[in-house]
């Protein structure tokens, strides 16, 4: 009987191995271009024309391929019009040459500060330029590709990040949700909401510069996203090791885009040229399921239950289960701007500030200005 909560010892890197070797078959995948280096490509034109004619087909191969498949795809020419890109990527510097006497460094999987990296990058070309934002998301295509993953209702958020000449590769990983959160989490997990997390985003990539492949290009791991204990496994030094043996790349130009599983292995590259910034507008589209049925104010909850809460006597366990109905568990949607990562990959959730307060034995005037000021670093 497979075990629904696992550890580190149900890792087995010959099962990860025996997952990654095997092949893409360019038969399974009609509207392709071809198959290289195990990752399907496609041409933008092409999949528009078979939505028009028969779109659940156009979306099952889509579907098929991320679940089932390889689980990374590139569409070349995702965007004909590079006068759209070439705009948006003016926006990016003069946010990215704003942004550094400020930015707190804060990364993910990279080392602070080797990288451009711009945060919320939807939200900010909207508010600079409304036409570049509606060019750039007027993209009939890109759309058709989200809802082949997650569906209507999906939303949309998007990081740029710049990799300079000189700039190292990252830790290889997976990604949003479980991969951004240490081994102790992602334990606490059954297995298969583990598994079932990879269907709750879809991971992309807008190249905004050419991506030869001195300029590291995203190193990419067909087929790992079948490993089901991946977000325990990709720390693992052994894992690691397999990792940089197994990844291919591929060359990338100006308006391509490059779609994956969110649970596939994958890192940026090194960028080995002299002169060549490889600049790529990061999607991170999330399912319309994450969501609660009701909208809580949980700070005007703590706030009334913490003068009360503060003076009890409680079991341990007890304590705990009130903490986890008033409070928020989880990190995310945040500002990572002003609430950068603390200690890891995720920033302070309400419920380690609320057991930080009953620890320390904070006043209520105390706890509700920490609390307020946790408000005030998560708006966007």
Not at 170 to 182: E, M, N, T
Not at 331 to 357: H, K, M, V, Y
């Amino acid at each position: 009987m497979q075990p629904i909560f696992i550890d580190e010892h149900a890792l087995s890197l010959d099962d990860f191995a025996s997952q990654c070797a095997q092949q893409t078959a360019i038969a399974d995948y009609p509207l392709a271009e071809r198959v290289e280096k195990n990752v399907v490509i496609y041409q933008a034109a092409r999949l528009l024309q078979a939505a028009t004619q028969d779109k659940p087909q156009m979306l099952s191969e889509l579907h098929r391929l991320l679940a089932s498949g390889p689980g990374v795809f590139v569409v070349q020419g995702l965007y004909r019009d590079k006068a759209v890109i070439d705009r948006n990527s003016e926006l990016f510097e003069t946010l990215l040459k704003e942004e550094s006497a400020t930015h707190s460094g804060a990364d993910h999987f990279a080392t602070a500060g080797s990288n451009g990296r711009i945060w919320n990058a939807l939200q900010k070309v909207a508010e600079r330029d409304a036409d570049a934002f509606i060019d750039y998301y007027a993209n009939p295509l890109l759309a058709l590709i989200c809802e082949a993953w997650l569906g209507p209702g999906y939303q949309m958020t998007a990081q740029v990040n710049q990799v300079r000449p000189g700039g190292k590769a990252q830790q290889p990983h997976r990604d949003y949700h479980l991969g951004f959160q240490q081994n102790e989490v992602v334990k606490r997990f059954p297995l298969p909401l583990q598994i079932l997390s990879q269907y709750l985003t879809l991971q992309g990539a807008v190249a905004h510069s050419d991506m030869p492949l001195a300029s590291g290009p995203t190193q990419l791991l067909p087929w790992s996203q079948h490993y089901q204990a991946g977000y325990l496994a990709w720390r693992d030094p052994r894992f690691i090791e397999h990792f940089q043996k197994h990844y291919v790349q591929l060359p990338l130009s100006k308006g391509d885009g490059l779609f994956f599983n969110p649970a596939l292995f994958h890192a940026a590259g090194t960028n080995s040229t002299q002169d060549h910034i490889r600049t790529a507008n990061l999607l991170q589209i999330s399912s319309s399921f994450g969501k609660a049925m009701e909208q809580v104010n949980r700070q005007k909850v703590l706030e009334h239950i913490y003068p009360s809460l503060r003076l009890r006597v409680m079991a341990a366990a007890e304590q705990e289960a009130v903490i986890a109905a008033a409070a928020e568990g989880y990190s995310f949607p945040t500002n990572l701007d002003t609430d950068p990562p603390a200690g890891g990959l995720a920033p302070q959730t309400q419920q380690q500030l609320l057991r930080l307060a009953l620890k320390e034995k904070w006043s209520p005037a105390v706890f509700n200005q920490r609390l307020q000021e946790c408000t005030d670093k998560r708006r966007a």
